[in-house]
């Protein structure tokens, strides 16, 4: 029953792929305006081939997966560090947090100009952009997680004989978990949208999946504007299902209800 | 297993302050909590007796008097012996760990007072449940049990480090009548198992003199004792009880302290109202 439930599932995704497909591929032929310079679903697929034949192709993707692991990483380990610093001591939460009600709303792009000014070599300009991206939003979720920790259950544990180093490690951080997820799952959206808008703007030669794009642009090789697409989409599908899979993976007590 | 504690509350005050707000909790409350004794107390909502139960735990500081257990002082005015695992809270809501299993939750108080080893503690804490016959949810996560499970397992977490009492803070509160019944015939085996003293908080008479020795009503805020009820049922008891005429006779009397009581609190209410 499991199993046709699924298949189901499966056909009706299948159907809905074909038929953009087909959609795609019927307003280029009719040449509808605006839309006639697409190129068709059989030369992005023709482009696809060639690329995945290609060691440059390669190389934007090892740059770009490379780039988002070294910021997205810095990002949580700063992040939850200061966001439980942050949740757990009130004085650090009064120096920090003023500035970060500052520096917060500043979407990630904007730092790209200065970004580029202040770090020698567009790897560190890059990995700077994508660590601001997520640090906020990973911060922020962490705090939040501090906060509503359950009293009872800090609590019980000191009732039962914690000691404050105890219940730190075993009860504020595991309950802490599901926020640093949900930071870790929206930080990595926005990491993505940053990355690809860098590489685009300080593109030179090799620079990753988005330099890649831009490139196609600027050369006119519309199918591999694309494919560049593409590639980020299943790159940032990905990212996510990777996350999703450690989150259960570091949280057997939710996979299971 | 160890007899217990006997529970001495002298004339505690609790005043909280917070930003100049004078509001007093508890008000020269005292009551001795004999060793080994079923304790209820009874009271309108909001009356302090959670406070009280927070001071005795060690959650929170008293203003004045004192609080000792077994002759050891528990509370003094800005001296207080922190929470510990010889006087154990079971809570309103429950309180496990949503992150571990079962086994884990149980043996959780040994390990972490580093009493015993985390495979010596899983071993007991297996033998308890057991013991209650609870077997075959080891390895379960408390969100896969149903309330009344869960409830049974929080009990254990706390007897299994053998506490001199026990503080429970409504701890039935919100379970379904049958589950509520199943769940006083399991926590009044557990007290003629060990015998360790009984702190019970709750609102609801006829479990308070279903499991108490002795019940005592509380005064609406401040809470100070309005009325010592000695529960003279015998034991063990079961659900029979509940019909005989000595059963509704005390809770008659019980009845009509708490009646007055709730009656001043929501003629206070409708003060703080208007």
């Known amino acids: 029953m499991a199993k046709r439930w699924l298949n189901r599932h499966a056909l009706r995704g299948l159907v809905s792929i074909v038929a953009f497909v087909v959609l795609w591929e019927l307003v280029v032929v009719l040449k509808l305006p605006y839309l006639k310079f697409l190129p068709l679903p059989g030369q992005v697929a023709a482009s696809l081939g ?48 003023p500035i970060f009600e500052v520096l917060r709303p500043i979407p990630p792009i904007a730092w790209i100009p200065l970004a580029i000014i202040f770090w020698p070599t567009t790897s560190l300009t890059i990995y700077f952009l994508v660590f601001t991206g997520s640090f906020f939003i990973v911060a922020l979720n962490v705090l939040d997680g501090v906060k509503s920790v359950d009293q009872s259950l800090v609590r019980a544990a000191y009732s039962l004989g914690a000691k404050p180093r105890d219940v730190f490690w075993r009860i504020m951080l595991p309950a802490t978990l599901p926020y640093v997820l949900t930071g870790a799952t929206v930080g990595m959206g926005v990491t993505w949208n940053v990355l690809i808008a860098a590489e685009m703007v300080t593109s030179a030669g090799q620079s990753g999946l988005g330099g890649m794009t831009w490139a196609a642009y600027t050369n006119g090789v519309l199918p591999v504007i694309v494919v560049g697409m593409l ?20 949280m057997p007590w939710r996979r299971r209800i | 297993m160890s ?9 505690v005050t609790k005043v909280y302050d917070p930003e100049g707000v004078h509001v007093v909790a508890v008000d020269n409350c005292s009551l001795e909590v004999a060793s080994g004794e079923f304790l209820v107390v009874v009271g309108p909502s909001g009356c302090g007796k959670t406070t009280l139960l927070n001071v005795i735990a060690g959650f929170e500081e008293l203003s004045e008097g004192e609080i000792r257990l077994d002759e050891g002082p ?12 010889e006087r154990i809270v079971v809570f309103q809501n429950g309180a496990l760990f949503p992150w571990k299993t ?23 804490a297996r033998e308890l449940l057991r013991q209650v016959g609870l077997e075959g949810i080891e390895e379960s996560y408390p969100a896969e049990l149903s309330s009344g499970v869960q409830r049974r397992v929080e009990i254990l977490r706390a007897l299994i480090n053998e506490p001199r009492v026990v503080l429970l803070d409504e701890p039935f509160r919100g ?31 006829d479990e308070a003199i279903f499991l108490a020795d002795r019940v005592v009503v509380m005064t609406t805020r401040p809470a100070r004792v309005k009325l010592e009820l000695s529960i ?13 005429e000595r059963f509704l006779k005390l809770k008659q009397a019980a009845l009509e302290a708490v009646h007055e009581e709730a009656l001043k609190a929501f003629q206070a209410g409708e003060r703080e109202l208007a």
């Open chain 2, 175 to 205: 379970l379904d009548a049958v589950a509520k019944s199943v769940m006083h015939q399991f926590l009044l085996d557990m007290f003629e198992r060990t015998r360790c003293t009984m702190y019970f908080i709750t609102h609801d008479l």
């Open chain 2, 102 to 124: 079962v086994l884990e939750n149980i043996a959780y108080g040994p390990v972490v007072q580093r009493r015993m080893a985390k495979n010596e503690a899983q071993r007991s």
């Open chain 2, 232 to 244: 003279d049922l015998p034991r063990p008891r079961d659900h029979r009880v509940l019909g005989t």
């Open chain 2, 3 to 11: 007899a217990g504690g006997a529970l001495s509350i002298r004339q």
């Open chain 2, 74 to 85: 528990l509370a003094l005015p800005g001296k207080q012996v922190g929470p510990g695992a």
């Open chain 1, 231 to 250: 590639s980020i989409g299943v790159a940032g599908y990905l990212s996510s299902a990777l996350i999703r899979f450690l989150g259960e993976r570091f």
């Open chain 1, 50 to 97: 060639q690329s995945i034949a290609s060691s440059a192709y390669w190389q934007d993707w090892e740059l770009s997966l490379g780039r988002i692991l070294v910021g997205f990483l810095a990002a949580q380990a700063l992040g939850i560090t200061l966001g439980l610093a942050m949740g757990i001591s009130r004085t650090a939460r009064r120096f920090v947090f």
